[in-house]
């Protein structure tokens, strides 16, 4: 046993120094450019980082895409290469899936399930999901944690320090302090499969009664910490759909904005990773009927004056309030904010809530091409505050702005032709700050969450 153990240290110190150097040495390059005048090959460089962190099992290439999502958090170089890794690792075999899950279930787990496939259905950065079936028939996901992730959520965070400090030495724009403190959280957060287990039971209760989504059940006597039991949700990838007929992309597009718009603006929650491979479609009648939510690690909750202030910004975008508008900001936790840095954020807010402004059925890009689309505004924005020097991004918009970003992504792809005022201003219909904080408190309490996460 201690042979074993000090082997997979070692492993890990292996993986954890050969990454460091990697990075340590684009900054060393970066810092030496600087102090010799040498002209640097920034494509070169952020090709050699995106190389080094492509080729990784762990947590760092969940950070490395998330921060390549955020406008100016990195250089533009870094970003167009940390965008390509894929959520996608080399599977554990089975004779390590066994170990592990004896370690979680006890010797006797197979007893537990009437069969258990050995190949993974699916294998992302920190565990892999296993198709199985219970003791009853029924279908189940059984999402089995990698070894050792939690060592390596801590040195890959320590990693990511170096990512920081590459993009100070280049031209930044944005403080990002607050940043590495969120996402250092909301990573730690993913880590804990119980804490997930009662992100799936929040969420079914939060979209109860909506028959276009699906939330899976939870099989308590099934998880652990580092397993985590549902039920199989049947389903075609979203992908496939892109090219369907309008009316089906129409009705995917509406459970889409309904899976997350509901629970943020009555319960203050967000899921901060809406990518495509976290949805598939399910069918009724043989056509295609709604969503399936699959994956609830990366939940954001929020408190419910951030909630207010999102709304708040929207109504006075919509009626050009601009006391609203700067309240909006200073709820958000946006200091030292003068009319130069107001009219900077209202550029990129002008572009996040567009399509809730236009109160027509539209596109999200409305003729502009899916390439193109935000590209003038993050750069009109980068200029902008390269001109007004480095801005603290509050940690609590984050991951707020990370999931607009990859909600519309979403929604390029679906080509959806939408009313996004008309759904919007239905989420948001009854809406108060004092009704948030009821709906909020009552839900938490009831799948065992903290009621007070407002630190988070």
Same mark, same amino acid.
């Given at each position: 046993?201690? %042979? &074993?153990?000090? =082997?997979? #240290?070692?492993?890990? !110190? @292996?993986?954890?120094?050969?990454? $460091?150097?990697? *990075?340590?040495?684009?900054?060393?390059?970066?810092?030496?450019?600087?102090?010799?005048?040498?002209?640097? %090959? &920034?494509?070169? =460089?952020? #090709?050699?980082?995106? !190389? @080094?962190?492509?080729?990784?099992? $762990?947590?760092? *290439?969940?950070?490395?895409?998330?921060?390549?999502?955020?406008?100016?958090?990195?250089?533009?170089?870094?970003?167009?290469?940390?965008?390509?890794?894929?959520?996608? !690792?080399?599977?554990?075999?089975?004779?390590?899936?066994?170990?592990?899950?004896?370690?979680?279930?006890?010797?006797?787990?197979?007893?537990?399930?009437?069969?258990?496939?050995?190949?993974?259905?699916?294998?992302?950065?920190?565990?892999?999901?296993?198709?199985?079936?219970?003791?009853?028939?029924?279908?189940?996901?059984?999402?089995?944690?990698?070894?050792?992730?939690?060592?390596?959520?801590?040195?890959?965070?320590?990693?990511?320090?170096?990512?920081?400090?590459?993009?100070?030495?280049?031209?930044?724009?944005?403080?990002?302090?607050?940043?590495?403190?969120?996402?250092?959280?909301?990573?730690?957060?993913?880590?804990?499969?119980?804490?997930?287990?009662?992100?799936?039971?929040?969420?079914?209760?939060?979209?109860?009664?909506?028959?276009?989504?699906?939330?899976?059940?939870?099989?308590?006597?099934?998880?652990?910490?580092?397993?985590?039991?549902?039920?199989?949700?049947?389903?075609?990838?979203?992908?496939?759909?892109?090219?369907?007929?309008?009316?089906?992309?129409?009705?995917?597009?509406?459970?889409?904005?309904?899976?997350?718009?509901?629970?943020?603006?009555?319960?203050?929650?967000?899921?901060?990773?809406?990518?495509?491979?976290?949805?598939?479609?399910?069918?009724?009648?043989?056509?295609?009927?709604?969503?399936?939510?699959?994956?609830?690690?990366?939940?954001?909750?929020?408190?419910?004056?951030?909630?207010?202030?999102?709304?708040?910004?929207?109504?006075?975008?919509?009626?050009?309030?601009?006391?609203?508008?700067?309240?909006?900001?200073?709820?958000?936790?946006?200091?030292?904010?003068?009319?130069?840095?107001?009219?900077?954020?209202?550029?990129?807010?002008?572009?996040?809530?567009?399509?809730?402004?236009?109160?027509?059925?539209?596109?999200?890009?409305?003729?502009?091409?899916?390439?193109?689309?935000?590209?003038?505004?993050?750069?009109?924005?980068?200029?902008?505050?390269?001109?007004?020097?480095?801005?603290?991004?509050?940690?609590?918009?984050?991951?707020?702005?990370?999931?607009?970003?990859?909600?519309?992504?979403?929604?390029?792809?679906?080509?959806?032709?939408?009313?996004?005022?008309?759904?919007?201003?239905?989420?948001?219909?009854?809406?108060?700050?004092?009704?948030?904080?009821?709906?909020?408190?009552?839900?938490?309490?009831?799948?065992?969450?903290?009621?007070?996460?407002?630190?988070?």
């Amino acid at each position: 046993m201690i %042979d &074993r153990e000090a =082997n997979r #240290f070692s492993a890990r !110190a @292996a993986r954890y120094a050969r990454v $460091g150097t990697n *990075m340590s040495g684009v900054a060393a390059r970066i810092a030496g450019a600087r102090l010799f005048g040498i002209t640097l %090959d &920034r494509g070169k =460089n952020a #090709f050699e980082l995106a !190389a @080094a962190l492509g080729g990784l099992k $762990g947590p760092i *290439m969940k950070v490395a895409q998330l921060m390549a999502t955020i406008p100016d958090a990195l250089p533009p170089e870094y970003a167009a290469e940390l965008i390509k890794l894929q959520s996608e !690792a080399p599977p554990m075999g089975w004779a390590f899936v066994k170990r592990r899950m004896a370690a979680e279930l006890g010797t006797d787990w197979q007893k537990k399930f009437s069969s258990f496939e050995h190949h993974p259905a699916a294998a992302a950065s920190l565990g892999q999901v296993h198709r199985a079936r219970a003791q009853d028939g029924a279908e189940l996901a059984c999402k089995l944690q990698y070894p050792d992730m939690q060592s390596a959520v801590e040195a890959d965070l320590r990693q990511l320090q170096l990512v920081f400090a590459i993009h100070r030495r280049m031209d930044p724009v944005i403080d990002t302090t607050e940043i590495a403190k969120e996402i250092g959280a909301r990573i730690r957060e993913e880590l804990d499969y119980r804490r997930e287990a009662k992100h799936v039971m929040l969420y079914r209760r939060m979209l109860d009664g909506i028959d276009q989504i699906r939330v899976p059940q939870v099989w308590t006597e099934l998880s652990t910490g580092r397993l985590l039991t549902l039920d199989w949700l049947e389903g075609r990838r979203l992908l496939d759909h892109t090219k369907a007929d309008l009316a089906t992309r129409n009705r995917l597009g509406t459970a889409m904005f309904t899976a997350w718009w509901w629970p943020f603006s009555r319960f203050g929650v967000i899921h901060g990773d809406p990518h495509l491979g976290n949805y598939t479609v399910f069918e009724a009648g043989g056509r295609p009927r709604g969503i399936n939510l699959l994956d609830y690690g990366c939940i954001r909750i929020f408190a419910p004056k951030f909630v207010g202030g999102v709304v708040d910004l929207y109504h006075g975008l919509l009626r050009q309030d601009a006391d609203l508008i700067v309240h909006a900001y200073e709820t958000w936790g946006f200091k030292q904010l003068n009319r130069e840095l107001i009219d900077v954020l209202n550029i990129w807010a002008r572009f996040i809530y567009g399509p809730l402004l236009d109160e027509r059925v539209r596109s999200l890009a409305d003729g502009v091409k899916p390439s193109e689309y935000g590209r003038r505004e993050a750069f009109r924005v980068h200029q902008a505050l390269k001109k007004k020097g480095p801005v603290t991004v509050p940690r609590e918009f984050v991951f707020m702005d990370r999931a607009a970003i990859g909600l519309g992504a979403v929604f390029l792809r679906l080509r959806a032709e939408l009313n996004f005022h008309k759904l919007f201003s239905q989420a948001i219909e009854d809406f108060s700050i004092r009704r948030v904080a009821q709906r909020q408190a009552t839900a938490l309490a009831a799948v065992g969450l903290d009621p007070s996460p407002l630190e988070r």
